[in-house]
C-alpha cells in the first residue's frame, strides 16, 4: 500500500473505534501479563472464564505463588495446554516477586526471560501497560497484514518489522488493537466478511467479496 492508502486504511479504523482496548479481562498489569501468557492458544473469552474466578482470590504476584502450580492448574483447566501455562505462571510469579518486587518490568529482555513469554506477550505488556507503540503480531494481524497487503511475510518477525514501518505513526499507538479487531470479527480465516469491511476499496485480497 501507498501512504495515502495506509493513512486512509487506520483512519477509518480508528474512526470506528477511537480506543480500541483488549477484550482479555485484568485490573492490573500483572493480571494482563499472566493473562495474555494464557491466551497462547487460546480464546480471550475462554481465558476470561478461567482468571474472573482466579484473579478474585489470587490477585497478586505472592498470592499465586502461594496457591501453587497445581492450584493454579485447578482455575485454568479448561484452557489449553494448561499444565504447561500453569507451571509458567507459577514460576514467572515467583520471578517478579523474588527479582522484581512484586512489579512487572518495563524491559523487553526482562519480560522474555520469564517462562511462557515470548516476544508477542512481550509486546503487548509493553504496549499497554507501560504505552509504547509497539505491534503485537498474532494469527489474526499475520493474516491481515498477508491478505490486505499492509505488511506481507512469511514469519511473524517479518510482518511485525513491516507494520512498524508501514503503520503511520500517529497510529501506531493503537494499531495492533485494530489490526487484532479487524481480523477477529471481520477479516475472519475462513470466511472474511468483505461486504462489512471497511477497508475493502484499499485491501489487496484476490477472493475478496465486492460491494
Known amino acids: 500500500m501507498k501512504l495515502a492508502e495506509r493513512e ?19 485490573s492490573t498489569p500483572f493480571q494482563l501479563l499472566v493473562a495474555v501468557v494464557l491466551s497462547a492458544q487460546a480464546t480471550d473469552k475462554g ?3 478461567a482468571t474472573t474466578p482466579l484473579f478474585k482470590t489470587h490477585p497478586t504476584p505472592a498470592a499465586l505463588v502461594a496457591l501453587g502450580e497445581a492450584g493454579i492448574a485447578s482455575y485454568i483447566q479448561t484452557i489449553g495446554l494448561y499444565r504447561t501455562k ?5 514460576k514467572l510469579a515467583k520471578i517478579i516477586l523474588n527479582e522484581h518486587g512484586g512489579d512487572v518490568p518495563h524491559s523487553r529482555e526482562a519480560l522474555e526471560a520469564l517462562p511462557g513469554v515470548g516476544r508477542k506477550t512481550a509486546n503487548v505488556v509493553l504496549n499497554i501497560v507501560f504505552g509504547e507503540p509497539t505491534i503485537a503480531v498474532d494469527t489474526h494481524i499475520f493474516r491481515v497484514g498477508n491478505r490486505t497487503g499492509l505488511a506481507k511475510g512469511k514469519s511473524v518477525e517479518e ?37 462489512r469491511c471497511r477497508v475493502i476499496d484499499l485491501c489487496s485480497f484476490k477472493e475478496k467479496a465486492h460491494v
Open 159 to 195: 510482518v511485525e518489522r513491516k507494520l512498524l514501518k508501514s503503520v503511520p505513526a500517529h497510529y501506531r499507538q493503537h494499531a495492533h488493537h485494530w489490526l487484532i479487531l479487524h481480523g477477529r470479527y471481520v477479516c475472519k480465516a475462513r470466511s472474511p466478511d468483505c461486504l
Open 86 to 90: 500453569a507451571k509458567n505462571v507459577a
Open 8 to 26: 486512509e486504511f487506520f483512519r477509518r479504523l480508528a474512526s470506528a473505534e477511537p480506543e480500541p482496548k483488549t477484550e482479555l479481562t485484568y
Open 47 to 49: 481465558v476470561n472464564r
